[in-house]
């Protein structure tokens, strides 16, 4: 089946500092990833839409100057962070959509997540 | 707008029995795709089923089924034969024609032994 990795796959850092995530797809292209946010004991709430080549579509209330999305293969898309302050600390998910595939019968393929930690 | 409303926040099950988590949407689009995923505490999206929306039959995967009333707007998912490691978060999810899934609050699951 097809997988995703993320990395890394939990991130201890300082307030200020900038956090990159990488969210790869290993076996397959990905015309187009998903970044998402889940806070604990919450649903994963979608941040951005990530396509090749293009820029990044946001969706409403997520700064798309705080969190910079770079999806500059097929395979790899990442997700900085910048200026991480405390409140951003959650658990951050990619999801991919295979290229090439279209139809009724889709399903995106999940990336094990990363914790982020700001202190 | 599309919603997903997931109301059973925990459901308790005894191992062996079956348990169903309620799902319901709303869209207007006509085309459109329903899946469940588990989250284990490890917090890794597990997929489980799919159902599209012109499917005629319910969609089955080994111990879940998929309850779907096209026009009551529901997603039931059943899980029969609970298992110890059928313990975690199950998330109703929709996706629409542009690809993004939305996801419901999320049905926390227990299998006591």
């Known amino acids: 089946g097809a997988v995703v990795s993320q990395h890394p796959s939990w991130v201890i850092c300082k307030s200020g500092t900038s956090v990159k995530i990488e969210c790869r797809s290993l076996?397959?292209?990905?015309?187009?990833m998903f970044w998402y946010r889940q806070f604990p004991k919450q649903s994963l709430m979608l941040m951005a839409t990530?396509?090749?080549?293009?820029?990044?579509?946001?969706e409403q209330g997520v700064e798309k100057d705080k969190f910079l999305i770079n999806h500059a293969s097929l395979t790899l898309s990442t997700l900085t962070v910048t200026s991480a302050h405390p409140e951003d600390s959650s658990f951050y998910i990619c999801?991919?959509?295979?290229?090439?595939?279209?139809?009724?019968?889709?399903?995106?393929?999940f990336g094990p997540g990363t914790r982020l930690l700001v202190l | 707008a599309q919603k997903i409303t997931q109301t059973q926040p925990g459901m308790f099950v005894q191992e062996k029995e079956a348990v169903t988590l309620d799902c319901t949407y709303d869209?207007?689009?006509?085309?459109?795709?329903l899946f469940w995923y588990k989250q284990p505490s490890s917090g890794e999206m597990i997929f489980l089923i799919y159902?599209?929306?012109?499917?005629?039959q319910n969609a089955t995967e080994g111990r879940y089924s998929l309850n779907f009333q096209k026009a009551r707007k529901s997603a039931n998912l059943v899980i029969s034969a609970s298992q110890l490691g059928d313990s975690a978060m199950y998330f109703c999810a929709m996706r629409t024609n542009d690809y993004k899934l939305s996801f419901g609050a999320g049905t926390t699951v227990t299998v006591r032994a």
């Open positions: 990530s396509n090749e080549g293009s820029k990044a579509t946001y």
């Open positions: 869209t207007s689009d006509p085309s459109y795709g």
């Open positions: 159902q599209g929306s012109y499917d005629q």
């Open positions: 999801s991919a959509r295979m290229s090439g595939f279209a139809g009724d019968l889709e399903t995106q393929y």
């Open positions: 076996d397959f292209q990905a015309t187009t």
